[in-house]
């Protein structure tokens, strides 16, 4: 499985970007979960936005209200919708993909990650 992101840019503060993530090898709608991360320059990378294989979704408190995650299974694709974007949510985002793994033992999963897309929000 591969992960690539893209749309990230610069963005004037309370604009909007429209981030997505393509996967290939494998279905998104058989991932146990996708999320986005961020990482701001110097600080620890953090989880922005999750949702579950069943479409439940959860987000980080700094940007609920504002980010909608979302995937669309014909696209094989995860998006995050940012509306409102202010200049501390300037960071490189990250999508990730908690994958099953099947075998004849038992079954476990693996975590795969994308390279990440800048996104840069100026006051």
């Known amino acids: 499985v591969q992960l690539v992101e893209s749309g990230g840019g610069l963005v004037r503060s309370g604009g909007s970007l429209r981030l997505s993530c393509a996967a290939s090898?494998?279905?998104?709608?058989?991932?146990?979960?996708m999320q986005w991360h961020r990482q701001i320059s110097g600080k620890e990378r953090e989880l922005v936005a999750s949702i579950t294989k069943v479409g439940g979704t959860t987000y980080g408190n700094s940007v609920k209200g504002r980010f909608t995650i979302a995937r669309d299974n014909a696209e094989n694709t995860l998006y995050l919708l940012m509306n409102n974007l202010k200049p501390d949510d300037t960071a490189v985002y990250y999508c990730s993909a908690i994958v099953p793994v099947v075998t004849i033992e038992r079954t476990t999963s693996v975590e795969v990650w994308g390279q990440g897309t800048l996104v840069t929000v100026s006051s």
């Open positions: 090898g494998g279905n998104v709608f058989n991932f146990n979960r």
